[in-house]
């Protein structure tokens, strides 16, 4: 998959000493195969007839160029031995995440002669790029119909669809933190001064009004609500008042996000919300994540940036969840679980879903019941405190365990006690969010671009990491 909300400044380099006839051929190899993925680019066609870049005096028109279409990446193939000091200052003055990479090379001509010389030149682009004080992602020279490329360009969409999404992240909060869960305090002024990062308030006196104003108006959105709502799950002992409720609350919280831009929200769900709309959100919360507006518990802004960030590096529903309990029997497994935030969409094939009350009684609606598919599960979360931030990231992978109320997954580990120590000693808590792909290597890439933020894989070493960039492991 490529990301979709990327915008890519495609710069395609050559250097004069080779032929440039075929330089311009293979640039219209590449260019084709990325358009074959439908990926939104900005090319170098308004510069020369070639649509290439060779002299350094077309630098700056092409880094204009790139800015007025509001790029949000760079990549700079080599069509032969390209121009290191040109294509080093675009990526300079863009200030973007940038991607280099050359196609393999033919071999000599019959006269002992080389076309290209795409790879020598991508050792002299690095080092132009380094100098320049560029961050950029490398992937090895490779065939231009090889897997390979496939697997790394696309991976390398999705860590600039993550750093996009966190530097242009706003996020909601209705209400504040619960008093007891001093774990999910945020700085918000280091959150915007560090990373641009902006967290818009919002009361839970708002919500109630909002909600309430929906019931009583009754629109046609409210009836498809419900409509859809009893449609796709079971609601035992459930009133069709409480249905309402939780759809209008959908409907109340959708137009806020959309009126104030978010990326992603987080509510507080407890304990002020049954006492004035009698539901706890927790059901909500997954409806609105499901739908690609991750919205989180508890107030905790810190797991709807790391939910923004873990979309953007898959293409995939996220969701969030407690380290709640040890396997009873498996030392390396780990209950993912909470009230009945994740998405309808992640639940296991053939499991019925629910929503019931929170307790055994039935007598406040908004807990959902379902447990959600396994297969291969990146954790991660975004955190911090003392002014250093950290993301923490590990592959897991879905296993068996006894039944739980709410919606649920058991993950199992390579070491357990290796991630329960990463995770004690901080600067983390107990909430995550899951994402069923390996992405850590990703999200790795990801931390290279953002100053201040440190990567923090467990059980994964850096030539793990960088094998994925090689094509040679997901």
Known sequence: MVSSIVKLGFCPTRRNVFDPKEAKRYKEI?????????????????????????????????????????????????????????????????NKPVLLWGPRDDAPRENGTRVRDSQCGLFATSKALRRYGVTFTYLPNSWVDGPEFEHGFKAFMNTAAAVKVFKTARIGTVGPRPQLFSSVMVNESELLERFGIEVVPATLVSLDRGVKEILSQKPDELKTMVTDLKSRFKWPHQTDEAISIHAAMIIWLRRWAEKQNLSAMSIQCWSDLPATLHIWPCFVNGELTGSGLPSTCETDVHAAITAIVMQAASGLKTFCADLTIRHPENDNAELLWHCGPFPSCLAEEGCEKSVIGYDEKNTVSGLAQFKIKGGPITVGRFDGDNGEYSMFMGHAKGTTGPYNRGTYVWIETDNWLEWEDKLIYGPYIHHITGVHDHIAPVLNEFCRYIPGLCADPVGLSETQLRQYWRGLKK
């Open 30 to 94: 590449i260019e084709k195969r990325l358009r074959g993925w439908k990926v939104d680019l900005v090319n170098l066609d308004f510069l020369n007839e070639e649509g290439l870049l060779f002299q350094m005096a077309d630098a700056k028109t092409v880094a204009d160029r790139f800015i007025k279409e509001g790029v949000d990446a760079v990549f700079i193939p080599h069509c032969n031995f390209g121009t290191e000091d040109a294509t080093a200052k675009v990526c300079k003055l863009v």
